[in-house]
């Protein structure tokens, strides 16, 4: 094919294009990750609670992984995409829980025990909500050939995404700043 000056032409697959795709995706993850580090070093000023907070990711490939294996869907870049969003929604919940702790502590002057406790009680239904309207707004995609992957990886990653925050979330809170339950409770 004859083409214009200042063009050119190049046979590729898709596993190229894939490739170059998430090649340009990952140029940013370190960029990424520096804003949401800052973002939670000014929101909590301390380190701790920081790398309490992605200490919990991780984690949800527990929900990825099989899902994925399960559904027989592949790991494209589509699910890589949902992975990253999957990053910022367990971020956002775990936000939601170490702020009620924080402000449960500081404002109402619990005890630390007291403070974890109840603000796990608390935000069960708000982190239940938020999760699940994201998994049920997946499910039309699911059968989407394009955005299945994505879909899916969403839908099971933040599945055991919500019961890591609910459940080891507070664990980890507890286990990092030692908060033990009081003897008299």
Request: charged letters at 10%; hydrophobic letters at 55%; glycine letters at 8%.
């Amino acid at each position: 094919i004859d083409l214009p000056e200042g063009y050119r032409m190049r046979w590729v697959g898709e596993g190229e294009l894939q490739g170059e795709a998430i090649g340009n995706l990952m140029k940013f993850v370190p960029l990424t990750i520096f804003i949401i580090l800052a973002i939670l070093l000014l929101l909590f000023n301390s380190w701790r609670k920081v790398i309490l907070i992605l200490l919990c990711i991780p984690f949800i490939f527990c929900g990825i992984t099989p899902v994925l294996l399960v559904s027989g869907q592949p790991f494209t870049f589509m699910a890589i995409i949902g992975m990253m969003g999957l990053i910022g929604m367990m971020v956002k919940n775990a936000i939601v829980l170490v702020d009620e702790i924080n402000r449960l502590q500081t404002e109402e002057k619990q005890s630390p025990y007291t403070a974890v406790v109840e603000a796990t009680v608390s935000r069960v239904r708000p982190v239940l909500m938020a999760s699940l309207t994201t998994i049920v707004g997946m499910i039309p995609l699911v059968t989407d050939p394009m955005y299945s992957s994505m879909a899916i990886t969403i839908m099971g990653g933040l599945t055991v995404g919500t019961i890591i925050t609910l459940v080891l979330l507070p664990l980890f809170y507890a286990a990092m700043f030692h908060i033990k339950k009081p003897v008299n409770a």
